[in-house]
C-alpha cells in the first residue's frame, strides 16, 4: 500500500534505500560494520560545528528509548537494527536519553543509587552508536514526568523531609540541585563495560543536554531557568570538558527581547531562548516544533507557515545574537493528525528539510535536524503517532536519505571562520 504512494522515480529510489537497507544489514551479518567509529570530539567555532577542523553538518533522528530497551539484553537488536538502518540511510547523530529516574526499569532507583544493568543498556547503545559511525546527543534530566522527570526530583526530596512544594522547586531548592548534580557526576564519569572508556572521554558523544524541554511554570519571564542554568552549566563542564553542551530547549522566547515573543505560538512556557543559550558554557542552541499541538486546529499550510518562521527567526539570533550553532532536534508529523498519510508526511519532512538544508548553506549556523523518532520492528507499545521504522516506511526512508546526502555535500563546500 505504502508503494502505491511513488511517483515513477520515487518507487525506483525507496526501493533502492531499502535495497540498501538490506545490504547493510547482510554487510552487517558477514564483515561487522562498514561504517568508521567517530573519531575527534565534536567542537564549535563561531556559528559552525567541526570536527578535526573541518565542517560538520549532519542529518539525525530521536531514539529515545534505547537505553530502556537495551536493559534487556534479548532486546538489544532492536538497537542494533536502528543504528544499523540509520547509518544506511546516511543519519550521523542520535539523540537519546541518560536518564530515567524511579519507576519502572529505572536507571536511578533513588538518589545516587543506580541500576547495573540499565547502566550496561546505556553502555551497549554507546558502544553500538560508535559501531556504526554516529555521534550521540545524551539527555541528562527530563521536564516531564515520563522516566521520572523533575518531578521525581521533588518527591524524593519531599519523602525526604525537605520542604518543597512543586516540580519547579527542582530549579531552586537546594538538596534538589544536589541529586541532579550527583546525577550528572554518575554519567559523566561512568566507564562504559564495553569499550572501558569513561563517557566523559568518549568522542562517539556529541554533547550533554541538561534537560529535555525544560519548562517552569512559576516563573514564565525565563529567569528561573536561567538561574538554573548558569550553576549546572559550569558545573557539567568543570568535570567534562571535551564534550559540547545544550540546554535541550523547544526555543519559546522569554522576557529578554520582549518583541521576540510575537512568535511564540501564542503562550510562553517558562524559558528564554536568548538569555539561556547566551551562558558562556552553553555551546549550541536547540529548538522543537510541533505546530500540531502549539498551532493545533490550523491547517496543514498554516502550520507549515509557523515552523517555518520559528526556525527563520531562530536561525537569525542563531548567527547574530547568540552566534552559536543550531539544531533543529525535535519535529515530526503524527499519524494520528487529522487527513495524515505518508504522503503528508513525506512532504512535511521535505519542507523542514528543504528549509534546514538553505540555512545550512547559508552559512552553516543551523548545522542539522533531529526528526522525532525513529523505532525498530516490533516496538509497537512505544509508538507514539511519530513513529518511523526505516525498514517498513521506504518512501519516507528515501527522504531522509535524500538529506543526508544532501548535508554530506553541502559539507564539504563549507569553510571553517578563522
Not at 550521523?92 to 547495573?116: H, K
Not at 559550569?234 to 571535551?242: F, T
Amino acid at each position: 500500500m505504502v508503494m502505491a504512494t511513488f511517483k515513477n522515480v520515487g518507487i525506483h529510489r525507496g526501493l533502492a534505500v531499502v535495497l540498501l537497507l538490506a545490504l547493510a544489514s547482510c554487510w552487517d551479518e558477514a564483515a561487522g560494520t562498514n561504517n568508521i567509529p567517530p573519531s575527534g570530539f565534536v567542537r564549535t567555532r563561531n556559528t559552525q560545528f567541526v570536527v578535526n577542523g573541518s565542517p560538520f553538518l549532519f542529518n539525525g533522528f530521536n531514539s529515545y528509548w534505547m537505553m530502556n530497551v537495551a536493559s534487556q539484553p534479548s532486546e538489544r537488536h532492536k538497537v542494533t537494527d536502528v543504528f544499523r538502518q540509520a547509518a544506511a540511510a546516511g543519519l550521523t547523530v542520535c539523540r537519546t536519553w541518560a536518564f530515567s529516574d524511579g519507576g519502572n526499569q529505572a536507571l536511578q532507583l533513588s538518589p545516587g543509587v543506580y541500576s547495573e544493568p540499565v547502566f550496561q543498556g546505556l553502555d551497549f547503545v554507546i558502544s553500538e552508536a560508535k559501531k556504526y559511525g554516529i555521534r550521540l546527543i545524551l539527555a541528562l534530566s527530563n521536564n516531564y514526568h515520563d522516566y521520572g522527570g523533575r518531578a521525581q526530583y521533588v518527591n524524593w526530596a519531599r519523602a525526604a523531609g525537605v520542604p518543597v512544594e512543586n516540580e519547579d522547586d527542582f530549579y531552586t531548592n537546594a538538596v534538589v540541585k544536589a541529586y541532579y548534580k550527583n546525577h550528572v557526576k554518575k554519567v559523566l564519569t561512568r566507564i562504559n563495560t564495553f569499550t572501558r572508556v569513561a563517557y566523559k572521554d568518549e568522542p562517539t558523544i556529541m554533547a550533554w543536554e541538561l534537560m529535555n524541554e525544560p519548562r517552569c511554570q512559576a516563573d514564565y519571564s525565563g529567569k528561573t531557568v536561567n538561574g538554573w542554568i548558569q550553576e549546572m552549566a559550569p558545573y557539567v563542564k568543570s568535570i567534562d570538558n571535551n564534550h559540547l553542551l545544550t540546554v535541550g530547549m523547544e526555543g519559546f522566547y522569554g522576557d529578554s527581547i520582549p518583541d521576540r515573543k510575537q512568535y511564540n505560538p501564542g503562550y510562553q512556557v517558562g524559558t528564554d531562548f536568548i538569555s539561556n543559550h547566551m551562558i558562556k558554557e552553553i555551546d549550541f542552541a536547540t529548538i522543537h516544533a510541533y505546530a500540531d499541538v502549539w498551532v493545533s486546529g490550523q491547517s496543514d499550510d498554516a502550520q507549515m507557515t509557523f515552523v517555518q518562521r520559528w526556525m527563520t527567526s531562530h536561525w537569525t539570533d542563531s548567527r547574530t545574537i547568540l552566534r552559536k550553532p543550531l539544531v533543529f532536534a525535535e519535529f515530526g508529523k503524527s499519524k494520528k493528525d487529522p487527513g495524515y498519510s505518508t504522503t503528508v508526511r513525506d512532504s512535511f519532512l521535505n519542507s523542514v528539510y528543504t528549509s534546514i538544508y538553505n540555512f545550512a548553506k547559508n552559512g552553516g549556523t543551523l548545522g542539522g535536524g533531529l526528526v522525532w523518532q525513529i523505532m525498530a520492528e516490533g516496538m509497537d507499545s512505544y509508538f507514539d503517532g511519530y513513529e518511523i521504522v526505516l525498514s517498513q516506511d521506504p518512501s519516507t526512508t528515501n527522504v531522509i536519505a535524500q538529506q543526508s546526502n544532501k548535508m554530506t555535500a553541502l559539507e564539504h563546500t563549507l569553510t571553517v571562520p578563522l
